[in-house]
């Protein structure tokens, strides 16, 4: 609700709303991305083995986002990695 007061766009207000519940979105790819970004953020790096990561997303995200376990990892890599130069500086 914030988000609308703010003048957000309705897409990225619907995103952000459903990020939990993407498939209750009507199809918003934005809320997809978003929960999938969530999930993938709160595991820890060596917590599953990388082979394994896609298991974190449900199916039908990844169905829907178009995903499969090689591009999964290479994103939760990416992010690790991106989070490791973050808390460097």
């Known amino acids: 609700d914030v988000f609308s007061q703010w003048h957000f766009p309705a897409g990225v207000v619907d995103a952000i709303r459903f990020h939990h519940i993407p498939e209750q979105s009507g199809g918003n790819e934005l809320a997809y991305i978003l929960h999938a970004a969530d999930l993938l953020a709160k595991v820890k790096?060596?917590?599953?083995p990388i082979y394994e990561i896609s298991s974190v997303l449900n199916e039908h995200v990844s169905d829907f986002l178009g995903l499969v376990q090689e591009d999964i990892a290479a994103i939760f890599i990416e992010m690790k990695e991106s989070e490791k130069k973050l808390t460097h500086i």
């Open 45 to 48: 790096q060596d917590e599953i």
